[in-house]
């Protein structure tokens, strides 16, 4: 999977993916990374990327010119679009099944990250095929949602995360995750539950199953619902 990143930050990227289990999918060729800079593509002598919004009403607009460049230096030597995504609390709310959605769905990504009071509407209108929210909160970026965005997407790829089956993971199956143990068997007097030392798989997994569905009735009852609404 290729990922291509407009930002004004390219370095929160580095710092933050950079040293991970993703920068480490990357070295090993799983996924392909990339951070442009937008200011990059900026025409104007002082590399500006805002300018005051039409209209007035306070903060400043991500300027058109300088996004679309950038989008240009990416499809350019491109036969087909990637599919473009803006992180924007006007979005559909990100979810495990949406990531899978995606991870099937597109080989190549585009995430537009977006700073003050957003972007010019006709980039949106001219190169943006999809809006993904977090969550319902405003941060000062998108670069946060991005990260989000690319790390959930970057363990489902078979030999990124080390035991690699995703599908057996908390909310793959729309269940909470069950409760782990390591050493010690007992801590601070708290024992390890029986059934795990036992070594009877079946058991172990049926006590798993039980335990997720539990959790999720007391922690999460929503997604049960969900669960069954949807089958
Ligand atoms: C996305 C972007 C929150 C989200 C953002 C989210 C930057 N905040 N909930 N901030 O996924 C206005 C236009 C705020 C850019 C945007």
Not at 24 to 46: C, P, Q, T, V, W
Not at 140 to 159: N, W
Request: with cysteine; aromatic share 8%.
């Amino acid at each position: 999977m290729k990922i291509d990143v407009l930002t004004l930050f390219p370095a929160m990227f580095e710092a933050v993916l950079g040293d991970s289990i993703i920068g480490r999918a990357a070295e090993k060729g799983l996924l392909h990374l990339r951070y442009i800079n937008i200011r990059d593509f900026s025409e104007d002598k002082h590399r500006r990327v805002d300018d005051y919004p039409y209209g007035a009403g306070g903060g400043m607009v991500m300027a058109p010119q300088p996004i679309y460049n950038a989008w240009r230096f990416i499809t350019e030597p491109l036969s087909y679009r990637p599919h473009v995504i803006y992180l924007s609390p006007q979005g559909q709310v990100f979810s495990q099944e949406k990531a899978k959605t995606l991870a099937t769905a597109y080989e190549h990504l585009i995430l537009l990250c977006g700073h003050y009071e957003g972007v010019d509407e006709r980039i949106i209108e001219e190169i943006v095929d999809e809006e993904i929210s977090i969550g319902d909160y405003v941060l000062t970026g998108g670069e946060i949602p991005a990260m989000a965005v690319i790390d959930t997407l970057s363990r489902m790829i078979p030999g990124v995360v080390q035991h690699g089956n995703s599908e057996s993971e908390s909310l793959a199956d729309g269940l909470l995750e069950y409760p782990q143990y390591t050493r010690p068997p007992e801590f601070l007097g708290r024992k390890v539950p029986e059934i795990l030392l036992s070594g009877h798989q079946a058991k172990i997994a049926a006590w798993r199953r039980e335990q997720s569905l539990e959790r999720t009735r007391n922690k999460r009852p929503e997604l049960l619902e969900r669960m069954k609404e949807n089958g």
